[in-house]
């Protein structure tokens, strides 16, 4: 960590002394940072993000924070230390290293941080960021994360995800990579923080345990494992191993995954390798056959229809189309 970065961040500011001489909450912010909404207290987006589209701070210590709400996604980041905060009556802990989404619209409160402790705010200007666009940033279109997002409640209130990133080297170096940027304000900061975010993005989906509001049923959690299994094996994987692995009988565990999914066992690894097609397509210059024996595929023609279903043009033109669109 940059010694005035780390100065910045850990020695008291004004606030802070305030609230650690009263014990209690002060309001840091003018009235123009809150909507005219009487009933909670909201943030609006304008104040925050005026001169940029993606905003950092850090989270002021030693007094409870209360129930807020927001127009606009928010991150938290636990640089270091804990916090516990409180989402819709849920008791949730953030460790070293952890990453909190909060959808626009999310309620919540953070308990008295100590001396040690160190949350990290970020913050998104433009109001169609939201869960839902974050999960378009995820460079390898995981079958599991894109489970889970649908499982989320449709109610803004509601919508948040916890991920455990705290052994996760690439998430460390990618937070401290943005707070720097940020922080010594390093030419053109706004636009590498903002290539950061699907990077970031992408490793949290990838490679890290995540939690939401709502507890998985029992054939949700079947289904997760399933897709689990399909990306650990990049689908190389019967629906007879799966059975076996997981103690089901094939036929059983075919039902149960129809059930929950609406798509047979054998349409799943089939969406996960279209998905898989994509992302090489768009990032990676491999020529299609060498593509096709990646995700386990040798007939062209079945391919290539399978592709169009799912995307509505043949992988040559999807590529060309795509790569014209970003140049």
């Not at 378009?136 to 409640?153: A, D, I, Y």
């Amino acid at each position: 960590m940059h010694p005035i970065i780390e100065e910045y961040l850990y020695t008291p500011n004004a606030i802070e002394k305030q609230q650690l001489s009263k014990g209690e909450f002060v309001f840091d912010l003018p009235q123009a940072s809150l909507s005219q909404n009487k009933n909670q207290m909201t943030f609006t987006k304008d104040y925050f993000l005026n001169k940029h589209p993606i905003y950092l701070s850090k989270h002021n210590r030693f007094a409870p924070y209360p129930t807020h709400t927001h127009e606009f996604l928010e991150m938290n980041y636990m640089l270091s230390g804990k916090c516990y905060q409180n989402i819709n009556g849920k008791r949730i802990l953030l460790d070293t290293g952890s990453v909190l989404l909060l959808d626009k619209g999310s309620s919540h409160s953070i308990e008295a941080l100590g001396k040690n402790d160190c949350l990290i705010n970020v913050i998104f200007k433009n109001p169609n960021q939201n869960l839902s666009w974050l999960s378009t940033l995820n460079q390898k279109n995981s079958l599991v994360f894109e489970f889970l997002m649908n499982q989320l409640p449709s109610r803004a209130s509601h919508r948040y995800l916890l991920f455990n990133s705290g052994q996760n080297e690439h998430v460390q170096e990618i937070m401290q990579r943005m707070i720097h940027t940020y922080f010594l304000e390093q030419e053109l900061a706004d636009t590498m923080i903002s290539l950061y975010i699907p990077i970031l993005i992408t490793e949290l989906v990838a490679n890290v345990p995540f939690s939401g509001p709502e507890k998985l049923s029992q054939e949700q959690d079947l289904l997760l494992k399933v897709l689990n299994k399909i990306e650990e094996t990049n689908g190389e994987i019967t629906l007879k191993e799966l059975a076996k692995q997981l103690n089901y009988h094939p036929n059983y565990l075919s039902g149960k995954i129809k059930q929950v999914s609406q798509l047979s066992f054998g349409e799943l690894i089939t969406d996960y390798r279209m998905k898989r097609a994509q992302f090489l397509l768009l990032n990676t210059a491999e020529p299609i056959e060498e593509i096709m024996q990646t995700i386990g595929l040798n007939n062209k023609t079945h391919f290539y229809q399978k592709f169009k279903a799912a995307y509505q043009a043949n992988p040559a033109q999807y590529r060309k189309i795509h790569l014209q669109q970003g140049s």
